[in-house]
C-alpha cells in the first residue's frame, strides 16, 4: 500500500524537476536563484516532491563514450487482464529499467532497459519474464543511433 500523501503540482514545482533533470547534482542556492525563491522554499519542495513520489531518485546522466559498451535495448511487455498496476511496480524494482511507458496495441508497457554486459541482460529479461502477470515480451536490442 502506498502511503504517500497526494501532491498537487504547480509551475515552480514543474520547473524545479526539468531543471533537476537536466542537473540533478545543481546546488539549492543555484536552483533558488534560477527559480526566483529562496532557499528554504526550494528545499520544502525538495522534501515535498520526494516524499510524495513525484522524484523516485537523483542520478547521473553519463557521457556516450562511457557507455559505449553499455547493451540498450527496448522490451514489449503484455499484461495478464487488469494486472498492469502490480506488474508496473514489480518492474520498478528492476534498477536496468531506466523508462518505462503504458502504450496501446498488442503490447500494454514499454521499457527501455540497459546493462552493462550480455550476462546482465539475460538476466534482466528472465527476471521481467517471471513476473506474476507478465504474459508475453519481445525485446530488440538497440545497436545504433542514427
Same mark, same amino acid.
Not at 520547473?15 to 525563491?37: F, Y
Not at 527496448?74 to 524494482?93: A, C, D, H, N, P
Given at each position: 500500500?502506498?502511503?504517500?500523501?497526494?501532491?498537487?503540482?504547480?509551475?515552480?514545482?514543474?520547473?524545479?524537476?526539468?531543471?533537476?533533470?537536466?542537473?540533478?547534482?545543481?546546488?539549492?542556492? #543555484? &536552483?533558488?536563484? /534560477?527559480?526566483?525563491?529562496?532557499?528554504?522554499?526550494?528545499? =520544502?519542495?525538495?522534501?515535498? @516532491? %520526494?516524499?510524495?513520489?513525484?522524484?523516485?531518485?537523483?542520478?547521473?546522466?553519463?557521457?556516450?563514450?562511457?557507455?559505449?559498451?553499455?547493451?540498450?535495448?527496448?522490451?514489449?511487455?503484455?499484461?495478464?487482464?487488469?494486472?498492469?498496476?502490480?506488474?508496473?511496480? #514489480? &518492474?520498478?524494482? /528492476?534498477?536496468?529499467?531506466?523508462?518505462?511507458?503504458?502504450? =496501446?496495441?498488442?503490447?500494454? @508497457? %514499454?521499457?527501455?532497459?540497459?546493462?552493462?554486459?550480455?550476462?546482465?541482460?539475460?538476466?534482466?529479461?528472465?527476471?521481467?519474464?517471471?513476473?506474476?502477470?507478465?504474459?508475453?515480451?519481445?525485446?530488440?536490442?538497440?545497436?545504433?543511433?542514427?
Amino acid at each position: 500500500m502506498d502511503n504517500r500523501k497526494p501532491y498537487l503540482f504547480d509551475a515552480i514545482d514543474k520547473e524545479l524537476v526539468a531543471i533537476l533533470k537536466s542537473d540533478a547534482r545543481a546546488p539549492v542556492a #543555484k &536552483l533558488a536563484k /534560477i527559480l526566483g525563491v529562496s532557499r528554504g522554499t526550494v528545499q =520544502n519542495r525538495l522534501d515535498r @516532491l %520526494v516524499s510524495s513520489g513525484a522524484i523516485l531518485g537523483f542520478t547521473i546522466r553519463a557521457h556516450e563514450q562511457i557507455e559505449t559498451d553499455a547493451i540498450k535495448a527496448v522490451m514489449m511487455i503484455e499484461v495478464v487482464g487488469k494486472s498492469t498496476t502490480q506488474v508496473i511496480q #514489480k &518492474l520498478r524494482g /528492476i534498477p536496468q529499467l531506466l523508462k518505462m511507458h503504458t502504450t =496501446n496495441g498488442a503490447w500494454d @508497457l %514499454v521499457a527501455e532497459i540497459q546493462t552493462s554486459n550480455l550476462q546482465e541482460f539475460d538476466l534482466v529479461l528472465r527476471e521481467v519474464r517471471a513476473i506474476d502477470g507478465v504474459l508475453n515480451s519481445e525485446t530488440s536490442i538497440l545497436l545504433s543511433s542514427v
